[in-house]
Structure formats: structure tokens, C-alpha cells
């Protein structure tokens, strides 16, 4: 059982568990956290969990967790871990149930002061032309052979069937597509589930914010975004959906099985893994890859949709309504990088798991126009507070494994959540601070109220602290769909 006294304070901002705290370990833990977000963290398992995934064969470097941590399936949420390509193993659980959920920001050109009469219908309309909910279908159904197209070519599916720009594909990580995918790894339900569910948001944590730019922190940067003050912003978060929680289920029992096989001791079963180099590495690799895939295009069919529910309630009231993307970046993926480790350059893959990417200045990975402010790290908050946009940096490369925080962090059940909190008052609630809601249902939305979250400024503040990203700008909500 860990102690607060177990942890060595680097900084106020970054904490660690050496290597020596248990004879299994492999690597350190590194956690960027302040005091009190640490200690709260210790409320339940998720630092034991980065413990145990120490353990890992191949584990290089230090298991990092980020400010926004809570306990998820076998790796804390807001974790990141890394194995060699050499030695190393893949986790299923190190990516996620739902691979690639991950965030969009599309800016506009409209001022708040011509949409503010209308953010009531808006919201209804997104809720309209985007489906959200539990195993809902969207109006694009998918044949085999088209399916087959979207795991593998992403968010270029959705360009070459017009519903995407050359813009937008850019500003997209990996361009919105991962080589390597092979449909033919996934499961038929896996695949059955996929075919009527693109362009849909689902539901939990899932949401669509209307938001408008309340604070910049970088007038040179946010420029470069596209982002202006007091414009309105669209938050699209999602992912995979049905196929990619099947992926993962999947071969979180083929695992299971093939454990043996391999000899790796664990000290959770929900650590289950396979070397990269097997076969049942590949090929969870390359399903894990196609989901990915799904869940680019799932996110580009969205803020497709979103443009058609801006064309509906702005045209005839402002002369531009369009919306451009800022950027697209997963939470829930695995990715084959090269990283400085030890002095040395080495390929690894990189799980991360409720953490975003932030690739700073100069990385060959980003579009050019962000080479020099380093890529856009999208961080929501949840509902009636403030989301964030900052810019990655190249301490975070060093630090992190350019990684950095996804979101505010969930320090409540959903469980407790809907058990203390009344989802009509929560609805009242939020209308009363001029925040327009959409959703399924009350007991849903209590699940995702405010309250069941870290404080996301207190998060940020850790993350630029500790020099992983610089704050660009401070969006505030005005209007949320959610399943």
C-alpha cells in the first residue's frame, strides 16, 4: 500500500515512485501533479495501477500519469507507457475500450453578439443532425466494402466522398489515418457494429460543445490557431463506438488466452498483453489501427453534420457560418515513435490512455503552418466549465514522451454521480448560466455533471507548470449536446 511519504517531490509539479519501491518494477513512475491533486488521486487505485504497469517487459523510460489521473482498466487514466519495438509488449488496456476517443476543435467567424439569440435553436439542431446515444444508428449506413475503406483510409474516406477538406485532413493527427490497419483483424461483430454508426457521438463522456474564445494567453499563437476572441468554437468529442470497444474486448480475451503461451508475469490480469513481435501483437496492432481509423472519420462526419446544423440556424443571419478546423487528437492510442531515451534514440510504442499527444516546435509530425507554434493540445472541460487550447512544447518530448493531460479528470463515479445528483436541477442549473443542453437523458447527464470533475483550471496549471504545453486560449460553454 503506498504512502504520500513513498513519493519524491521533484518539483511542485512532478512527483516520483522509484524504481526500488517494489521488486517487480522495472522502470519509475512519474507523476505530474500538485500536492493536493496527489492526494486525492490516492482516493482510489490508479496509483497502484501505473505500479503495476512497471512491470511490463519491455517498459522503458518512466510509466508517466498526468494531472487529470483516475483509476481505468488496468492503466490509470491519463497514463502513458512506453515499450521497446525490440522486447517490448502491447496492452490493450494501455489504449482503452474506446480506441481513438479523441477531440476535435473547429473555429468560426461568428461573434457572440449575433449568435446569442439563436444558441437555443443551434443546440437543438446539432442534436438533430448529430445522433448521439447509446447504440444509436446513424443515416449513413455503411456497406461491407465501404467499411472495409473507412478502417483503412480514416478521415481521407470521408475526403473522397466530399465530406472532408484538405484542410481539415492536415490538421489532423497522422493526417487522420494510420497506416498498417487491417479490417481483416477485427472480429464480425466488431465489423456488424461499425456498419451504422459513423457520424454518431454516443454517449458518456461524449459530448458537442458550443463554446465561445473567452480568454487568449498567446495573441501570436492563437492567431496561427485561427482562434479570436469572443468567437465561437465547436468541441467535437468521440470515438470509436461500437467496433472499437469490440476490438478491444476481443483481444482482451484472445490475450487472455495466449498468455501462457508467452510466460509474462503480471500483476493484474487486466494488464493482459502480447509481445509486439507475435502474431497477436500485429494483429491487435493493426485492428487497434483500423478502429483508430474509424473513430478519424466518425469525428470528420460529425463536424460535417455540425456544418449542416450551422448552415440551418445561421444562414440569413450572418454572411459566414462556416467552420474550420483547429485540430483533431486522440486520447485512446497506441503509436509506433522514436523517442530519446537514455541518450539514445529508440523506437517504441507508445501507449497512451486518457493523454493527448503535444508534439512541440519543429516536429516533422505536424502540418507546417503549426511547426513553429508546436501542435494544438485540445484539453475539454466538463460542461458548465471551461475547456483549453494550449500548444505542445518540446519539454514534453522529453519529459513525457510528448504527451500531456486530456481533459479534467473524473473524481467521480458514474455511479455516485447519478445517485447524488438530480439530472433535471443539474439541466435548471445550467440554463440558469446561459448554458443550453441537449441530452438523451437526465440520468446521463448526471453522470457527466460538473461536480463529478477535478477543477480542469487546477489541471492546466499543473501541465504548463511543469512545461509540457503553453496556455493559447480559455474557451467558456454556452451550448452542450450529449447522449
Known amino acids: 500500500m503506498i504512502e504520500f511519504n513513498d513519493f519524491q517531490k521533484i518539483t511542485p509539479y512532478e ?29 482510489d487505485n490508479s ?3 501505473a505500479i503495476n504497469v512497471t512491470t511490463l517487459p519491455g517498459v522503458v523510460g518512466s510509466v508517466v500519469v498526468m494531472p487529470d489521473m483516475h483509476q481505468g482498466y488496468g492503466f490509470p487514466i491519463g497514463g502513458v507507457a512506453a515499450t521497446s519495438l525490440v522486447d517490448g509488449v502491447i496492452s490493450p488496456g494501455g489504449i482503452g475500450y474506446d480506441i481513438n476517443c479523441g477531440v ?21 439542431s446539432l442534436y438533430q443532425h448529430c445522433p448521439s446515444g447509446v447504440g444509436v444508428s446513424s443515416s449513413n449506413k455503411l456497406s461491407r466494402k465501404e467499411l472495409t475503406e473507412v478502417c483503412e483510409l480514416g478521415s481521407q474516406w470521408a475526403l473522397k466522398k466530399g465530406y ?3 484542410m481539415s485532413i492536415r490538421r489532423t493527427e497522422d493526417s487522420g489515418r494510420l497506416s498498417g490497419a487491417d479490417p ?34 498567446s495573441e501570436e499563437i492563437a ?97 459566414d457560418f462556416s467552420l474550420f478546423q483547429v485540430y483533431d487528437v486522440a486520447h485512446n492510442i497506441g503509436k509506433i515513435e522514436t523517442h530519446v531515451i537514455g541518450n539514445q534514440k529508440m523506437g517504441v510504442c507508445v501507449h497512451r490512455k486518457g493523454a493527448t499527444r503535444a508534439f512541440g516546435p519543429g516536429s516533422k509530425d505536424l502540418p507546417e503552418e503549426y511547426a513553429k507554434s508546436g501542435q494544438p493540445v485540445l484539453v475539454p472541460g466538463s460542461m458548465g466549465t471551461s475547456s483549453w487550447v494550449l500548444a505542445g512544447s518540446n519539454m514534453s518530448m522529453e519529459k513525457s514522451f510528448g504527451s500531456c493531460c486530456h481533459g479534467a479528470g473524473r473524481v467521480m463515479s458514474r455511479s455516485k454521480a447519478k445517485r447524488q445528483i ?11 448560466e446561459g448554458i443550453y443542453i441537449k441530452a438523451g437523458s437526465l440520468p446521463g447527464l448526471a453522470e457527466e455533471a460538473p461536480q463529478a470533475y477535478k477543477d480542469v483550471d487546477e489541471v492546466i496549471e499543473v501541465v504548463v507548470e511543469a512545461g509540457l504545453a503553453q496556455k493559447v486560449a480559455r474557451l467558456r460553454p454556452l451550448a452542450v449536446v450529449k447522449g
Open 223 to 319: 492567431g496561427v490557431f485561427g482562434l479570436e476572441k469572443n468567437m465561437l468554437t465547436v468541441m467535437i468529442h468521440s470515438g470509436s463506438r461500437g467496433l472499437g470497444h469490440q476490438v478491444c474486448t476481443d483481444y482482451v480475451r484472445i490475450f487472455q488466452k495466449s498468455g501462457r503461451k508467452f510466460g509474462i508475469q503480471i500483476p493484474d490480469r487486466e494488464l493482459v498483453c502480447a509481445p509486439l513481435s507475435s502474431e497477436e501483437g500485429q494483429n491487435y496492432l493493426a485492428a487497434m489501427r483500423a478502429a483508430a481509423n474509424y473513430a478519424f472519420c466518425n469525428r470528420q462526419m460529425l463536424a460535417f453534420q455540425a456544418q449542416r446544423a450551422f448552415k440551418q440556424v445561421f444562414a440569413g443571419i450572418t454572411k
Open 164 to 166: 472532408a477538406t484538405e
Open 47 to 49: 496509483v497502484e495501477q
Open 15 to 43: 512527483w516520483e515512485i522509484d524504481q526500488n519501491f517494489r521488486d517487480d518494477m522495472r522502470v519509475p513512475v512519474r507523476i505530474f501533479a500538485s500536492q493536493d491533486l496527489l492526494q486525492a488521486a490516492m482516493g
Open 104 to 124: 476535435r476543435l473547429l473555429a468560426t467567424r461568428i461573434p457572440f453578439e449575433v449568435a446569442e439569440p439563436h444558441l437555443k435553436n443551434l443546440a437543438i
Open 422 to 432: 438530480r439530472g433535471d436541477e443539474l439541466l435548471r442549473s445550467l440554463e440558469k
Open 184 to 217: 481483416e483483424k477485427m472480429s464480425e461483430r466488431a465489423l456488424e457494429r461499425g456498419l451504422s454508426q459513423l457520424g454518431t457521438l454516443g454517449s458518456g463522456n461524449h459530448f458537442i460543445e458550443v463554446g465561445i474564445v473567452d480568454q487568449i494567453f
